[in-house]
């Protein structure tokens, strides 16, 4: 017997978290933006000149291992969703193959595969800029999967340029600029509030529980609080997830950093 899961977030390894903690079936939308398996180093000076509003950690997954990760806490998100549940994986290129790879031997379905443009790319001189991420969305059965069309967009509301509103955002390339928290204690890899809404709205409805296995500093349990439906979620790295609790338990967006 699992005690209730709604609104609760764990510091532990979301693989063996989720099977002590979640039953089968009983999660309604999984938004997760996993560890990039990329020599990443959440190095302080490179993302603030005032060091100490970066959070210090993160985890990271060697090269070799991916797959394998893939494969374990692919399994149990697989086993918790709901067959009429959504699943919206975001990915760099370096192991989209293998994010690939295992929901296809897992038996998910791909709906759509979404693109991220932003603006933050490093400047190259030998290659092009990275400027976006994937979004896989994924489901498990098709005649089941819930999608809610018009729930940002009414069906006969106008963009600007005349075209039909719901169309426009329902395009699979997304432009949603970064967040920038100057002056505030940040993480240096947080999804900006706007695509996690947009997700919530066209995936779920208010009361829906929502699950991110990889909370960094907690974006998807707080926008999901905000927005009306239930959270739960795992981070592996003490400081982080004591940000997205006090995020969490304060109702407060941005935390001042204490200088
Ligand atoms: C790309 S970040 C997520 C960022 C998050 N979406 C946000 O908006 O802040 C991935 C997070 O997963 C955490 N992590 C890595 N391995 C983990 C594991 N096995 N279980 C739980 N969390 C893990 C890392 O510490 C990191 O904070």
Redesign the pocket.
């Known amino acids: 017997m699992f005690p209730d899961i709604s609104d609760r977030i764990f510091n ?4 063996t ?1 989720m099977a002590r903690h979640v039953p089968d079936a009983s999660i309604d939308l999984v938004i ?5 398996g990329i020599e990443f180093q959440a190095k302080r000076g490179n993302y603030n000149r005032k060091g100490n509003r970066v959070l210090d ?3 990271e ?1 060697k090269g070799g291992d991916y797959l394998e990760f893939t494969r374990a ?1 692919l399994a149990q998100v697989r086993r918790v969703l709901k067959p009429e549940g959504s699943l919206y994986i ?1 990915s760099g290129w370096n192991y989209l193959k293998d994010l690939l790879i295992v929901l296809d031997e897992q038996r998910f379905t791909l709906v759509n595969h979404l693109i991220w443009k932003y603006q933050f790319g490093l400047v190259t001189t030998r290659k092009y800029v990275t400027s976006h991420y994937h979004i896989l969305f994924a489901g498990i059965d098709e005649k089941k999967r819930r999608f809610y069309p018009y729930a940002r967009y009414d069906k006969d509301e106008r963009s600007g340029n005349g075209g039909s509103a719901h169309y426009r955002d329902k395009e699979d390339v997304w432009n949603i600029p970064r967040e920038y928290w100057n002056g505030d204690v940040k ?1 240096p ?3 900006p509030a706007e695509i996690i809404r947009k997700i919530l709205a066209y995936s779920s409805q208010p009361g829906d529980l929502v699950l ?9 349990a707080v926008v999901s609080q905000l927005e009306g439906r239930r959270y739960l979620g ?4 003490p400081a ?1 997830f004591t940000f997205a609790q006090q995020r969490l338990q304060s109702g407060d967006y941005r935390l001042k950093a204490e200088d």
């Open positions: 532990e390894d979301c693989i978290g997760t933006d996993p560890p990039f950690g993160y985890s997954v806490w975001f993480t890899t947080k999804l991110d296995p990889f909370l960094g500093s907690g974006q998807v795992f981070e592996i790295v982080y």
